[in-house]
């Protein structure tokens, strides 16, 4: 029968089976550590990469919003041009009618002055022959002495009144030129006021016109505006068919069923004959379009129609205003509701000149043809839609001879 281990052996071998796990603990913390480290600077490393993406997509900023933000900085910087040059023209008027009144005024006072110098000369001959007194107690007669006295106090009431009219000219005179300084100061304020905004007005038509050409003659970035007029285009097909929806609720009517045409009355029957929205031509058609260089391919709802900027635009028929406001992609656009689910839309707008809810006749000027959100100048896009669906306008407006 074997013999038990003696005591100190089998501690020793307690401690043995103990000491291994316990020294190979320290290279597990260790390698869990390291992954940890590894972890956190991935983390930190992904991070660093969604905010350059991030970053990124903030720069990459759409360049319908960008034409927007011109055009709308353009239009504010125009508008103050215009106002500053109604108070330029409002100042230099009250300038010419000061200047009118400051020479009246010298006009007034050189007479005083001669007046008055008149008087002077008779006053020191009298003088010069003694004064006042022996004329009036040269006569024994007391009637005449009297005489004497009152018409030289009318005389001396009369200097008086001279020199207090002579006194409130100059007041008035120098109170005209004093006006008139003043005025001209402002003037010229004004005239630095507009130099400063017509200079901002010619940067940012700079910019416009630079990155218009880039989209005119880089493929890149004309692919990118016709995609965003592409979404453009679909984000006011949307918004027509709630305008419309919005309309039907107001009147009580039901959504139309079938798309039917209504009987050939009211707008129905205006087909060939409503007159042009505005004097110009058409330059880019209704329909499917392919441009001649980059060979893209895009749908018009309506026309461009080419006309001089300022030009009037009226409304082909009679309506009611359901929207006038800035459109993405379209700039300054009316909207006008004929009745039977037929509109018409106007846009690249320059100035408004009609209200929401407000009702207007066939041939009313409702507005100015414009550049704002075109890419390509002065012109009138406009649309003629039933039932939220584009139809060609060439065929709805009167044929020119």
Request: glycine fraction near 8%; charge should be positive.
């Amino acid at each position: 029968m074997p013999r038990p281990l003696p005591v100190v052996l089998v501690l020793l071998a307690v401690l043995v089976a103990v000491a291994i796990p316990l020294g190979a603990q320290p290279k597990r913390d260790d390698t869990l550590q390291g992954e940890q480290k590894k972890l956190q600077q991935t983390q930190k490393r992904l991070k660093e990469e969604r905010e350059k993406a991030a970053a990124a997509r903030a720069r990459e900023t759409s360049l319908l919003a960008e034409l927007e933000q011109i055009d709308q900085r353009l239009a504010d910087k125009q508008a103050e041009v215009a106002r500053l040059e109604v108070r330029i023209t409002r100042t230099r008027s009250d300038i010419g009618a000061l200047r009118a009144e400051v020479a009246r005024l010298e006009g007034h006072r050189a007479g005083q002055e001669e007046a008055l110098a008149r008087r002077l000369r008779v006053m020191y001959r009298v003088h010069a022959q003694g004064g006042a007194l022996p004329l009036i107690l040269s006569g024994d007669d007391p009637v005449t002495r009297a005489t004497a006295v009152r018409h030289l106090a009318s005389l001396a009431a009369l200097d008086a009144r001279q020199i207090r009219e002579y006194r409130g000219t100059s007041e008035r005179l120098a109170d005209r030129k004093g006006r008139e300084e003043a005025r001209q100061q402002e003037l010229a304020a004004l005239h630095a006021d507009a130099q400063r905004e017509q200079a901002e007005v010619d940067r940012d038509a700079a910019k416009r016109r630079t990155l218009l050409a880039r989209v005119r003659d880089e493929r890149a970035y004309h692919e990118r505006v016709v995609g965003e007029l592409t979404e453009a285009s679909r984000r006011l097909e949307a918004f027509i068919r709630e305008l419309g929806a919005k309309q039907r609720k107001l009147a009580k009517v039901p959504p139309p069923k079938g798309g039917i045409e209504p009987p050939g009355v009211g707008f129905g029957s205006s087909r060939g004959r409503l007159p042009w929205p505005t004097d110009g031509r058409i330059v880019v058609p209704f329909g499917a379009q392919v441009h001649p260089r980059f060979g893209t391919r895009t749908f018009r709802n309506g026309v461009d129609i080419e006309a001089a900027e300022g030009t009037d635009v009226t409304a082909v028929y009679a309506g009611h205003v359901i929207y006038t406001g800035w459109f993405k992609g379209y700039g300054n656009l009316i909207i006008l509701d004929h009745g039977s689910e037929y509109y018409t839309l106007y846009a690249h707008i320059a100035e408004i000149e009609v209200r929401e809810g407000e009702d207007v006749r066939q041939g009313q000027r409702i507005g100015t043809v414009g550049d704002t959100a075109s890419l390509a100048g002065p012109r009138l896009y406009f649309e003629v839609r039933y039932q939220g669906k584009p139809q060609d306008p060439a065929e709805w407006l009167r044929q020119r001879g």
